[in-house]
């Protein structure tokens, strides 16, 4: 059997099997989480999916060319696109918990907080709160399931130690990892990236059975003594090359993975609005961050 039939019959149509993509900035990762999101609406349709925005280089215009979107944001806060050919649909919440309420199957969720925020500082508490109410939603079978949740540059959810900027970010990560461990089994995933394997809390990485690596993807040779023997390799690896690495620490071959463009290739997308944590603001409809974090409606 072919690692492609093993790859959607082990992953793509397994809920709750988290992955990771790691590798150098600038190889080719967000492109790689663009081809999984592909995979995922290809071969597992039942799934729902929610993606987490950035912000960056218009990225969502890339995920309304694969499917109609359902973008879920701040209340008081609006994004305007000009995109031929895409599907998209709004949505607005005011508690955290209400993200969960607005998943739609059959579209692609873009949760869009960061690029209304910010600073990573910020935006953590929001994330937080949003994924704390994940669990409890999850556990009281509340949520669509299965559910993939893709989260691009995930350390900054989930810093590792010396990498958080104070306590309270260090300790929204250990939410994560509360959270990851017992995702899975609810069949909620995770396909994440990161630039550096240590950047992410050690409870979290280890959370992550699935590996895409990229070029300059580095393991630690302590916690991943196989994948670790090839550190050198991923190292000479071209921008549109990438291996995934099964759980049972079996690799595939180098593949090429197709380049979808960039989201400016498609159209343009502003974002109007900001959330400014701690400052009272004028519009009455918008939140401020740290009552979103804290469920606190206005
Ligand atoms: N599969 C690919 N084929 C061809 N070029 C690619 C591919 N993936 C990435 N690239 C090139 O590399 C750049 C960086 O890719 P990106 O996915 O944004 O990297 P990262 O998210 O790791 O920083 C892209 O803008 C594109 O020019
Ligand atoms: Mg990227």
């Not at 995934?244 to 974002?271: L, Q, W």
């Amino acid at each position: 059997m072919g690692w492609q039939t093993l790859f959607s019959r082990q992953f793509l149509k397994k809920p709750g099997e988290h992955l990771l993509v790691l590798g150098i900035t600038g190889g080719g990762k967000t492109q790689d989480l663009i081809w999984l999101l592909e995979g995922i609406l290809k071969e597992a349709p039942n799934e729902t999916v929610l993606w987490n925005d950035s912000g960056k280089s218009n990225e969502i215009l890339l995920v309304a060319q694969l499917a109609p979107i359902n973008i879920i944001m701040p209340e008081g806060m609006d994004i305007n696109i000009k995109c031929e050919n895409a599907d998209i649909k709004k949505s607005w919440f005011t508690d955290p918990k209400e993200v969960w309420f607005n998943l739609e199957k059959g579209r692609v969720n873009v949760l869009c907080v960061e690029p209304f925020i910010r600073s990573p500082k910020n935006f953590t508490p929001v994330i937080t709160a949003i994924f704390s109410d994940l669990i409890d939603l999850a556990h009281d079978y509340k949520i669509p399931v299965p559910l993939s949740i893709f989260y691009d540059e995930f350390h900054l959810v989930a810093p590792a130690k010396g990498h958080a900027f104070d306590k309270k970010h260090s300790s929204f990560g250990s939410e994560i990892q509360y959270n990851i461990e017992r995702l899975r089994s609810l069949k909620v995933r995770f396909i994440a990236s990161t630039h550096h394997w240590h950047k992410i809390r050690k409870g979290v990485r280890s959370s992550f059975n699935w590996f895409m690596i990229n070029r300059g993807g580095s393991f630690s040779s302590e916690e991943q003594p196989k994948l670790s023997r090839f550190n050198k390799r991923y190292e000479k690896m071209s921008v549109e090359d990438a291996i995934i690495a099964f759980p049972n620490k079996t690799f595939t071959d180098i593949m090429k993975i197709p380049y979808y463009g960039e989201g400016s290739d498609f159209g343009y997308v502003r974002y109007l609005g900001k959330l400014t944590p701690g400052e009272q603001t004028s519009k009455p409809a918008s939140i401020e961050a740290n009552q979103l974090s804290q469920g606190i409606m206005t």
